[in-house]
Nanobody, 126 residues
Framework: QVQLVESGGGLVQAGGSLRLSCTTD????????IGWFRQSPEKEREFVAV???????IYGDSVKGRFTISGDWSKNAVNLQMNNLKPEDTAVYYC????????????????????WGQGTQVTVSS
């Protein structure tokens, strides 16, 4: 069973930065699509970003230009650098994995992801 572990969440003031990391010992990240989603109590789960197995990166509209997803294959990790954070970025952030050969058209569809982490809380104060 694939186990994903997120880290790096916390409390930060608006305009600040955080770096989330997703790691696993049970999957080779470089051969899969690794995505980040987020969910706050009043909203449905939202697509944030994905690193495609073939090195393409795709971002949700609300984070474009502020968040950067990257892979560190030496550590089998996918990181999410979050800059210029806003209070509306407050949520639990989840990483998820799916087979790399799935269509790029479906990266925002959470049902296409097979494995999920437990989530890490990000809180941005105004």
């Amino acid at each position: 069973q694939v186990q994903l572990v997120e880290s790096g969440g916390g409390l930060v003031q608006a305009g600040g930065s955080l770096r989330l990391s997703c790691t696993t010992d049970t999957l080779t990240f470089s051969k899969n699509d690794i995505g980040w989603f987020r969910q706050s109590p009043e909203k449905e789960r939202e697509f944030v970003a994905v690193k495609k197995w073939n090195d393409g990166n795709i971002y949700g509209d609300s984070v474009k230009g502020r968040f950067t997803i990257s892979g560190d294959w030496s550590k089998n990790a996918v990181n999410l650098q979050m800059n210029n954070l806003k209070p509306e970025d407050t949520a639990v952030y989840y990483c998820a994995a799916r087979r790399g050969l799935l269509s790029v058209q479906t990266v925002r569809d959470e049902s296409t992801y097979d494995a999920w982490g437990q989530g890490t809380q990000v809180t941005v104060s105004s």
